[in-house]
Structure formats: structure tokens, C-alpha cells
């Protein structure tokens, strides 16, 4: 049978797990911060900020942590950079994990474009090693992983599409990409990539089946 693409690309955070804006929103909620405070810093000056160099290692955590702090203060309230960072490192999503053995085990190029910080452990950036090797896990899954932090480019930049479908040897519009963010979609569909916005898993693999043309839903 004829296939629709030939690769699923795919981002880690928000996508293979739970959102770390969930996260956010506890931490929120528990320090008396407005709605979407931490949201509201990452997305000012988004190419400049403290968020954007450290995902792209021009700056370390302990220069993010002092940073960060600054640009919330400006904003009317105390946050330290190492406090966000703490809750960065979302749960494995199983029934995603599952989408990807059936993807390998159906001769699927898969890939994965992930913007990271050099903290915790591995591309997951886990703080216990229970969860470091899980990650690691999935990690193993895919054909090739581009990480922020160590090509020192970031979504929504084109070229780090770019990378990834070079490196799959696919042509973008070969290719499906999943982000939980719509600005990281933007410039893949602008590439000619089919593109899933993921707003919870049930959601995303249902899309994914609709281009595909095929179910992965056991």
C-alpha cells in the first residue's frame, strides 16, 4: 500500500509527555502568581531571553537561574530560574511510546526535535534516574534526536527542521511533525511538513491515524 509520508518527527516535552505547563500552573497556583506567569517571561523577547540562550547553551543554569529571576522581577514578582527548571521533566505519556513501536515496527522513519536545557539527565532533562532511563528508553526508539542544547539552534528556527529531515534523508513533505506549541509548527508547515498540534494524546494519535491513513490504535 502506497504510504501518505514517510516520517513522523517529533517534539519530547508536551508531546511524548505531559506538559510541563502543568507544572507551571501548580507551581502557579501554589506561589500566588498570576495565571501563566512563567508562560508570559518565556514568550517575551523569545529569541533573547534567558529561556532562548539557555536552550541554546550560550549561557549556563546557575546564569539562567539569576536570569530568569531578573526578567520575573521586572515583571513584578520574585522567581528564581532553578525553580522552573525543577519542573521541567514531564511524565512518559505510555500510549504515545506505543504509537512509536508501531511506527518502527511499520518501517516508519521517526525523529525527534526537542528544545532542551543542559539540566537533569539526558534530552528528557529528568531529575531521578528512574525516570532518566525511561527516557533513555524511548530515546533509543528514534532514528536520530536533535537536541537544542547541543546544535545550539531552537524551534521555531527553520534550519533545525532542516537538520532533521537531512538527517532522516526525507523530504519535508515527506514528513508529519507533532508539537504541543503552534509557533514551533509554523515554519515546519511553511517547509511543506504535515503538522499535528498536540493537545493531549487521544487527540494527537487520532490526527496522526488521519494522515497516515492507518490505524495505531491497538
Not at 45 to 64: G, M, Q
Not at 95 to 121: D, Q, R
Request: aromatic share 6%; proline share 4%.
Amino acid at each position: 500500500m502506497e504510504r501518505n509520508f514517510d516520517a513522523v518527527l517529533w517534539d519530547f516535552g508536551g508531546v511524548i509527555t505531559s506538559s510541563p505547563f502543568e507544572a507551571f500552573a501548580r507551581f502557579e497556583a501554589a506561589n500566588e502568581l498570576p495565571k501563566d506567569f512563567i508562560r508570559s517571561i518565556n514568550a517575551t523577547n523569545p529569541d533573547t531571553n534567558a529561556w532562548a540562550l539557555f536552550e541554546r547553551s550560550e549561557i549556563d543554569a546557575a546564569a539562567f537561574d539569576s536570569a530568569f529571576q531578573a526578567e520575573a522581577e521586572a515583571r513584578g514578582h520574585r522567581v528564581r530560574g532553578a525553580d522552573v527548571l525543577a519542573l521541567l521533566a514531564g511524565d512518559i505519556r505510555p500510549e504515545m511510546v506505543a504509537v512509536l513501536h508501531k511506527l518502527v515496527a511499520a518501517g516508519y522513519k521517526i525523529g525527534c526535535i526537542t528544545n532542551n536545557v543542559k539540566t537533569g539527565s539526558g534530552a528528557g532533562m529528568a531529575r531521578s534516574m528512574e525516570k532518566a532511563a525511561a527516557v533513555e528508553a524511548v530515546m533509543a526508539l528514534f532514528s536520530h534526536v536533535i537536541e537544542s542544547s547541543k546544535v545550539g539552534i531552537r524551534k521555531p528556527d527553520p534550519e533545525i527542521y532542516k537538520m532533521a529531515c537531512s538527517a532522516l534523508d526525507v523530504a519535508p513533505a515527506r514528513a508529519v511533525f507533532l508539537d504541543d506549541l503552534g509557533v514551533n509548527l509554523k515554519p515546519a508547515r511553511a517547509l511543506g511538513m504535515a503538522t499535528i498540534k498536540v493537545t493531549g494524546a487521544e487527540q494527537a494519535i487520532s490526527d496522526l491515524e488521519t494522515l497516515l491513513g492507518h490505524p495505531l490504535h491497538d
